[in-house]
């Protein structure tokens, strides 16, 4: 398995609040990606990272940032998190190079993420 | 722009049953084709990829066919076992800054 490890695994948060949430990785990967999964919309892009601070937004980007100042550690926060923010959220990682578009993206395992 | 449109489910299916998941999918240029497989409780695992246009992608006795004339990619299994209950998910990539997925499909095999 690749060495991803998100935490916390799950978090019941107050509306509102501040949630940050975080992704490490061992396999020195140069692309980090934050997903989170729906019913019915399958997995959207939140925030991805093509390396140390350099990150961009995804399809979903509203009401989230990222930071990532080490190669290993991608975090997601959530800066005054809302209900519609309850979800299940993956992190992923992926090499890059002249094979980035066929090689997988390898994913963590979740954090189910509640807010109410 | 880019997409993936697969086949609602749920499906259920008899232990040893002809499985087909239909994925139909919209991209600009020629991107690289996927199955992700996710148990209970699990992140995504990837089943089965295809890069080119009649490449074939296999495992575990899955396979689906690049087919860039009907723009499809398939999953298809001769005979399923009660283990390959998941979500099955197809997914398209045309860079390295993102996967595209579809809804995913639920398979339920049942004894």
Redesign the interface.
């Known amino acids: 398995d690749a060495g991803i490890t998100q935490s916390p695994r799950h978090k019941v948060t107050e509306t509102g609040t501040p949630v940050t949430l975080r992704c490490h990785q061992t396999e020195n990967h140069r692309y980090m990606y934050w997903y989170r999964q729906d019913p019915g919309h399958g997995l959207r892009l939140i925030h991805y990272s093509y390396g140390v601070k350099d990150t961009d937004k995804g399809e979903v980007s509203d009401g989230y940032s990222v930071s990532r100042s080490k190669t290993e550690d991608f975090l997601l926060t959530l800066e005054s998190a809302t209900s519609s923010q309850t979800s299940v959220y993956f992190c992923a990682i992926s090499e890059s190079g002249k094979g980035a578009l066929n090689t997988e993206a390898f994913f963590g395992q979740g954090t189910r993420l509640t807010v109410v | 722009g880019n997409s ?1 449109t ?1 086949m609602e489910g749920p499906v259920t299916l008899s232990e040893e049953a002809f499985l087909t998941i239909n994925c139909t999918y919209t991209a600009t240029g020629y ?2 084709l ?1 199955w ?1 497989v996710q148990y209970p409780g ?5 089943l089965l ?1 295809a ?1 080119k246009a009649d490449d074939k992608g296999s495992n575990k006795g899955f396979e689906a066919t690049y087919r860039k004339e009907t723009t499809s990619f398939h999953l298809e299994k001769g005979s399923v076992q009660v283990s390959d209950s998941a979500v099955y ?1 197809c997914a398209l ?7 595209f ?4 499909t639920r398979l339920t095999v049942i004894p």
């Open positions: 993936v697969q991107p690289s996927f992700y699990e992140g995504l695992q990837l990829k890069t998910f990539r045309t860079g390295a800054n993102n996967l997925f579809g809804t995913g």
